[in-house]
């Protein structure tokens, strides 16, 4: 295979790896934001409706989950500077080695 | 102290230059966007990326002595000198690496005057190759590897430097497009301070990944100038000091703040908004961490350059300066040919003078371009006070990304 096959082969992985990390949490982070308003109700929103204690409640959730994964990156900056990575085959996130 | 050894702590100090230029020349790629939107103070911003640089680069414990093999034929594959370019006590290697750095530290210096943000990698690429043509002619370079992987200048720098703005691009595109869709009708008092926050957060991690990439391959460099003239011989390991004066170099740098970059790259590209800021960043975080585990070389500038970029294509009714994207676009296709240029330059000087005496021209050669450019830069100077005023080139028509894109 060429240099040409390899980039490719490549660059679509960082494509997908990219759009579901680097385009899904800061949507997953919209949405928390959209919750928190939500929550508020009243001058928060357009509509200006009145505020449901659900909404406060699904945006700490989804921030939660948002530096969760980030963290989880930072753990994998760190693992990959000692040799290790992070292993997803028991589901939740484990260090292995490389 | 013999000849070589002068020529060693020349090449030593000259390789920490191009870590400091490496970190300020790249402070815009973390930092632009919350200097820009002022989720950060400019000042609170260069010094959160410098520590993050300085902690990133004391983790990347992992041997970068490699690193020049995938562009030039220096080194043996366990990261030692080729034993032709060491016969001479290592004069060869070493003044082949000095007139690189040379080179690729003066174009850092340049295009920083011009307030570009061109890649620090590209330049160290461009400087090595540069002065490898001129002492070992153009076999000594890894053009096209041998096939089995991704390798050589074409496979490790050209087609990642094509792929890697326009992937980045996309996702910050998808990601500021979504983030406006989902937000419409929320008041700004929330998407503002909530995305400042996401912005912060997101800008770190760049910075964090910058710190581990980059400052590896200043070390590689410096511990295969080490080996050359016999000063350690363990390629499995580098000298604590050398990993810790490179890092203390590029945070140093970083905290300098190349701000003509932050300036160019914060208000010159896009008028960029909080929203915006936290989808570029994030952007750049994920497709830089997923590179580094692919195994996928390229560089943070032109990442985080698609990714500003790309978060004013995908801002409804957003501007973006193709103008100042074209400069840009330029001075990254240029870059690698220019320190080449330079490297090459460098290298005959020095040998036509020889031994101690050229490495001393050439490293005066530096110094002296150097300040000439530092001179220059100081009549119209940049600084933390007003790399954020406004952008006004009245020249330029400015175009709706709507229509342009």
């Given at each position: 295979?060429?240099?040409?096959?390899f980039a490719?082969?490549?660059?679509?992985?960082?494509?997908?790896?990219?759009?579901?990390?680097?385009?899904?949490?800061?949507?997953?982070?919209a949405?928390?934001?959209?919750?928190?308003?939500?929550?508020?109700?009243?001058?928060?929103?357009?509509?200006?409706?009145?505020?449901?204690?659900?909404?406060?409640?699904?945006?700490?959730?989804?921030?939660?989950?948002?530096v969760?994964?980030?963290?989880?990156?930072?753990?994998?900056i760190?693992?990959?500077?000692?040799?290790?990575?992070?292993?997803?085959d028991?589901?939740?996130?484990?260090?292995?080695?490389? | 102290?013999t000849?070589?050894t002068?020529?060693?702590?020349?090449?030593?100090?000259?390789?920490?230059?191009?870590?400091?230029?490496?970190?300020?020349?790249?402070?815009?790629?973390?930092?632009?966007?919350s200097?820009?939107?002022?989720?950060?103070?400019?000042?609170?911003?260069?010094?959160?990326?410098?520590?993050?640089?300085?902690?990133?680069?004391?983790?990347?414990?992992?041997v970068?002595?490699?690193?020049?093999?995938?562009?030039v034929?220096?080194?043996?594959s366990?990261?030692?000198?080729?034993?032709?370019?060491?016969?001479d006590?290592?004069?060869?290697l070493?003044?082949?690496?000095?007139?690189?750095?040379v080179?690729?530290i003066?174009?850092?210096?340049?295009?920083?005057?011009?307030?570009?943000?061109?890649?620090?990698?590209?330049?160290?690429?461009?400087?090595?190759i540069?002065?490898?043509?001129?002492?070992?002619?153009?076999?000594?370079?890894?053009?096209?590897?041998?096939?089995?992987?991704l390798?050589g200048?074409?496979?490790?720098?050209?087609?990642?430097?094509?792929?890697?703005?326009?992937?980045?691009?996309?996702?910050?595109?998808?990601?500021?497009?979504?983030?406006?869709?989902?937000?419409?009708?929320?008041?700004?008092?929330f998407?503002?301070?909530?995305?400042?926050?996401?912005?912060i957060g997101?800008?770190?991690?760049?910075?964090?990944?910058?710190?581990?990439?980059?400052?590896?391959?200043?070390?590689?460099?410096?511990?295969?100038?080490?080996?050359?003239?016999?000063?350690?011989?363990?390629?499995?390991?580098i000298?604590?000091?050398?990993?810790?004066?490179?890092?203390?170099?590029?945070?140093?740098?970083?905290?300098?703040?190349?701000?003509?970059?932050?300036?160019?790259?914060?208000?010159?590209?896009?008028?960029?908004?909080?929203?915006?800021?936290?989808?570029?960043?994030?952007?750049?975080?994920?497709?830089?961490?997923?590179?580094?585990?692919?195994?996928?070389?390229?560089?943070t500038?032109?990442?985080?350059?698609?990714?500003?970029?790309?978060?004013?294509v995908?801002?409804?009714?957003a501007?973006?300066?193709?103008?100042?994207?074209?400069?840009?676009?330029?001075?990254?296709?240029?870059?690698?040919?220019?320190?080449?240029?330079?490297?090459?330059?460098?290298?005959?000087?020095?040998?036509?003078?020889?031994?101690?005496?050229?490495?001393?021209?050439?490293?005066l050669?530096?110094?002296?371009?150097?300040?000439?450019?530092?001179?220059?830069s100081?009549?119209?100077?940049?600084?933390?006070?007003?790399?954020?005023?406004?952008?006004?080139?009245?020249?330029?028509?400015?175009?709706?990304?709507?229509?342009?894109?």
């Amino acid at each position: 295979m060429s240099n040409l096959g390899f980039a490719l082969e490549g660059a679509w992985k960082v494509l997908l790896a990219g759009l579901i990390l680097g385009a899904g949490l800061p949507a997953l982070f919209a949405v928390g934001i959209r919750s928190m308003a939500f929550g508020a109700g009243g001058d928060a929103e357009v509509d200006h409706a009145p505020p449901h204690p659900i909404g406060r409640l699904v945006a700490y959730v989804l921030f939660t989950v948002v530096v969760f994964v980030a963290l989880l990156g930072i753990t994998f900056i760190v693992a990959s500077g000692f040799g290790k990575t992070i292993s997803f085959d028991h589901i939740y996130p484990t260090i292995v080695d490389k | 102290m013999t000849e070589t050894t002068v020529i060693l702590a020349l090449v030593v100090v000259t390789a920490l230059g191009f870590d400091f230029t490496n970190g300020f020349h790249d402070t815009a790629n973390a930092m632009a966007t919350s200097i820009a939107t002022g989720a950060l103070r400019p000042k609170v911003a260069v010094a959160l990326s410098g520590i993050l640089n300085l902690i990133g680069a004391f983790l990347s414990v992992e041997v970068a002595l490699t690193v020049s093999n995938a562009v030039v034929r220096i080194q043996n594959s366990d990261g030692t000198p080729k034993e032709a370019l060491t016969s001479d006590g290592g004069t060869a290697l070493l003044l082949i690496v000095l007139a690189g750095l040379v080179g690729s530290i003066v174009w850092n210096l340049f295009t920083w005057l011009l307030g570009l943000p061109s890649s620090s990698s590209h330049a160290l690429f461009g400087g090595l190759i540069g002065a490898t043509i001129a002492g070992l002619g153009w076999a000594g370079v890894n053009w096209n590897g041998d096939g089995s992987k991704l390798d050589g200048v074409v496979g490790k720098v050209i087609l990642p430097a094509l792929m890697s703005p326009v992937i980045a691009g996309l996702v910050a595109a998808v990601g500021t497009w979504i983030i406006y869709k989902i937000t419409v009708g929320v008041a700004a008092r929330f998407t503002e301070n909530g995305f400042r926050w996401g912005q912060i957060g997101s800008a770190s991690l760049v910075s964090l990944a910058h710190g581990t990439n980059d400052a590896q391959k200043t070390m590689g460099v410096i511990t295969l100038a080490l080996i050359a003239s016999g000063e350690w011989t363990d390629t499995g390991n580098i000298p604590f000091w050398v990993k810790a004066s490179c890092a203390l170099a590029i945070a140093l740098g970083t905290y300098l703040g190349g701000w003509r970059i932050i300036r160019t790259l914060g208000k010159g590209l896009v008028e960029i908004a909080s929203p915006q800021g936290m989808a570029a960043e994030s952007s750049s975080a994920a497709v830089i961490l997923a590179s580094s585990h692919l195994g996928f070389a390229l560089s943070t500038t032109h990442v985080a350059t698609g990714s500003i970029l790309g978060s004013g294509v995908g801002k409804p009714g957003a501007q973006v300066r193709w103008r100042v994207a074209g400069r840009m676009v330029a001075a990254w296709l240029i870059t690698l040919p220019s320190a080449a240029v330079v490297g090459a330059l460098m290298w005959y000087i020095g040998d036509l003078i020889g031994g101690l005496g050229g490495a001393l021209v050439i490293f005066l050669i530096l110094l002296a371009a150097a300040g000439y450019m530092y001179w220059h830069s100081r009549k119209t100077p940049v600084d933390h006070n007003n790399v954020n005023d406004e952008w006004d080139e009245p020249a330029e028509r400015r175009e709706p990304a709507g229509t342009a894109a």
